[in-house]
Nanobody
Framework: QVQLVESGGGLVQPGGSLRLSCAAS????????VSWYRQAPGKERELVAGITSAGGRSNTANSVKGRFTISRDNAKNTVYLQMNSLKPEDTAVYYC????????????WGQGTQVTVSS
């Protein structure tokens, strides 16, 4: 079965940390660039971070720069989002998206994981 599964979300206090995982099954994630998105209630989905298929380049949104880090372990078919110094405004459902690095550009989305930052 081809799927992306996010995990690692939860409730954390402001200033705390979480590490999200995006695990692929049924396909080889190393052939895909991967991005993390988030969507807060009543807001549009926004891009948080992205990483190339081999992991050589990555970027993060200005709103999380210096606090969030994206990385990948292709041997484990998994991409991570390390989130530090969390703020209440980081509260959202976090999704990962994988885009194949070929002309076909097959795309997969995960089902999302809830992150809630609150005291």
């Amino acid at each position: 079965q081809v799927q992306l599964v996010e995990s690692g979300g939860g409730l954390v206090q402001p200033g705390g940390s979480l590490r999200l995982s995006c695990a692929a099954s049924g396909f080889t994630l190393s052939n895909y660039a991967v991005s993390w998105y988030r969507q807060a209630p009543g807001k549009e989905r926004e891009l948080v971070a992205g990483i190339t298929s081999a992991g050589g380049r990555s970027n993060t949104a200005n709103s999380v720069k210096g606090r969030f880090t994206i990385s990948r372990d292709n041997a484990k078919n998994t991409v991570y989002l390390q989130m530090n110094s969390l703020k209440p405004e980081d509260t959202a459902v976090y999704y990962c998206k994988a885009i194949e690095t070929t002309i076909v550009r097959t795309t997969y989305w995960g089902q999302g994981t809830q992150v809630t930052v609150s005291s």
